[in-house]
T-cell receptor, first 114, second 112 residues
Framework: ETGVTQTPRHLVMGMTNKKSLKCEQH?????MYWYKQSAKKPLELMFV???????ENNSVPSRFSPECPNSSHLFLHLHTLQPEDSALYLC?????????????FGPGTRLTVT | QQQVKQSPQSLIVQKGGISIINCAYE??????FPWYQQFPGKGPALLIA?????SEKKEGRFTISFNKSAKQFSLHIMDSQPGDSATYFC???????????FGSGTRLQVQP
């Protein structure tokens, strides 16, 4: 596979469930990102990882827990979510440094919290 | 100060016409201004980008115009085609942060 892949593509979960979103990039990048895209707000940055280390947390509630075991994989662990967390969750990757504005996005996971 | 304001929210253009989308920013620390294109069911994809030391950049039918003094930049799509129908996001990056700050998006519809 090439580019950035995300699984699952669609997820429906109850407020008491625990689930995880997975992202994998095959581009040799060292920076990875989680974004939230909803109808009410533009693309919102959630987390940034650079060489497996978290470098940004954009005041995200603790019910979202990211994990980056290596430069190719990124997870978003979800627990006790709220209905307003329903959105499209996008993963992206980039080279570090000056090329980091060139971000490659996956297709996203459409999350519905019931 | 991290906000990027984008207009219009939606745009309908006839085939062959020019589509123009505008963005404005406040943070003078921004030093890259990319535009992303998103089709339904897909993630955003980089379309074209500009640095503030250049007033215009053209790639095929897509042109970014940049006005540093006004802190505004715009995307022009010449000879718009139905295949250009998508949502377009402007963005800005502060070199000290890797994260992008996105505009609210413009849904472009090109009618045949």
């Amino acid at each position: 596979e090439t580019g950035v892949t995300q699984t699952p593509r669609h997820l429906v979960m109850g407020m008491t469930n625990k689930k995880s979103l997975k992202c994998e990039q095959h581009l040799g990048h060292n920076a990875m990102y989680w974004y939230k895209q909803s109808a009410k707000k533009p693309l919102e940055l959630m987390f940034v990882y650079n060489f497996k280390e978290q470098t940004e947390n954009n005041s995200v509630p603790s019910r979202f827990s990211p994990e980056c075991p290596n430069s190719s994989h990124l997870f978003l662990h979800l627990h006790t979510l709220q209905p307003e967390d329903s959105a499209l969750y996008l993963c992206a990757s980039s080279l570090p440094g000056q090329r980091s504005y060139e971000q490659y996005f996956g297709p996203g996971t459409r999350l519905t919290v019931t | 100060q991290q906000q990027v304001k984008q207009s219009p929210q939606s745009l309908i253009v006839q085939k062959g016409g020019i589509s123009i989308i505008n963005c404005a920013y406040e943070n003078t620390a921004f030093d890259y201004f990319p535009w992303y294109q998103q089709f339904p069911g897909k993630g955003p994809a980089l379309l074209i980008a500009i640095r503030p030391d250049v007033s215009e950049k053209k790639e095929g039918r897509f042109t970014i115009s940049f006005n540093k003094s006004a802190k505004q930049f715009s995307l022009h799509i010449m000879d718009s085609q139905p295949g250009d129908s998508a949502t377009y996001f402007c963005a800005a990056q502060n070199g000290g942060r890797r994260a992008l700050t996105f505009g609210s998006g413009t849904r472009l519809q090109v009618q045949p």
